[in-house]
């Protein structure tokens, strides 16, 4: 089956770091997703992870490891703005199909 | 042009109205997806086009039928739905199946009284 865990809501000062963790079972793997998604909003593309590791992008940095089936994004500086919904989503197929399986999201509060 | 467009932004149907859903991007992507996304809820995949031909379709029930005329156009027709196809239905594009990010658009919010 298909499983992917997400914490429903956490909560942030403005100016801190927070870390936002994902787990998953799925049959199959080929990489790990972070969405960003405003309320009544499309969701935008965070960053991207196949192979275990940090990949930083400027205040957005996302770990994977396989073995554990665990990924966490992490959140520096933090702004009002980055008040949204995380989606963790995992493509369980080979890359031809390139089917996004998504969590249920993480609803951050940034609080001044 | 950059961007993912859907029209219409919102739509109000009846069960027995027939209506479509719209999507266009000038990115040169080659795979098109349609996804529904009910409040509070992650997306959930339903068709997935890839060089105009279908390529997935996770067990969508008929009354939702897509359409791909052309590789820069992705239609999603409705016919007799159901109060409870009620959503946010999003389009999204990639260049190619096998690549990372998807694109999406800003989404058309479905009423179905």
């Known amino acids: 089956g298909q499983n992917i865990d997400q914490p429903t809501e956490m909560t942030a000062t403005e100016g801190a770091i927070v870390q936002i963790n994902c787990t998953y079972q799925?049959?199959?793997?080929?990489?790990l997703f972070w969405y960003q998604q405003h309320a009544g909003e499309a969701p935008t593309f965070l960053s991207y992870n196949v192979l275990d590791g940090l990949e930083e992008k400027g205040r957005f940095s996302s770990f994977l490891s396989r073995s554990k089936g665990y990924s966490y994004l992490l959140l520096k500086e933090l702004q009002m703005k980055d008040s949204a919904s995380y989606l963790c989503a995992v493509r369980g197929y080979g890359g031809a199909t390139n089917k996004l399986i998504f969590g249920t999201g993480t609803l951050l509060a940034v609080q001044p | 042009d950059t961007e993912v467009t859907q029209t219409p932004k919102h739509l109000v149907m009846g069960m027995t109205n027939k209506k479509s859903l719209k999507c266009e991007q000038h990115?040169?992507?080659?795979?098109m997806y349609w996804y529904k996304q009910k409040a509070k809820k992650p997306p959930e995949l339903m068709f997935v086009y890839s060089y105009e031909k279908l390529s997935i379709n996770e067990s969508v029930p008929s009354r939702f039928s897509p359409e791909c005329p052309n590789s820069s156009l992705l239609n999603l027709h409705l016919h007799a739905l159901q109060p409870e196809d009620s959503a946010l239905y999003l389009c999204?594009?990639?260049?190619?199946?096998?690549?990372?990010?998807?694109?999406f658009g800003p989404g058309t919010r479905l009423t179905v009284l």
């Open positions: 999204a594009s990639s260049q190619r199946l096998a690549n990372n990010e998807q694109f």
């Open positions: 799925t049959s199959g793997f080929n990489g």
């Open positions: 990115m040169g992507h080659r795979a």
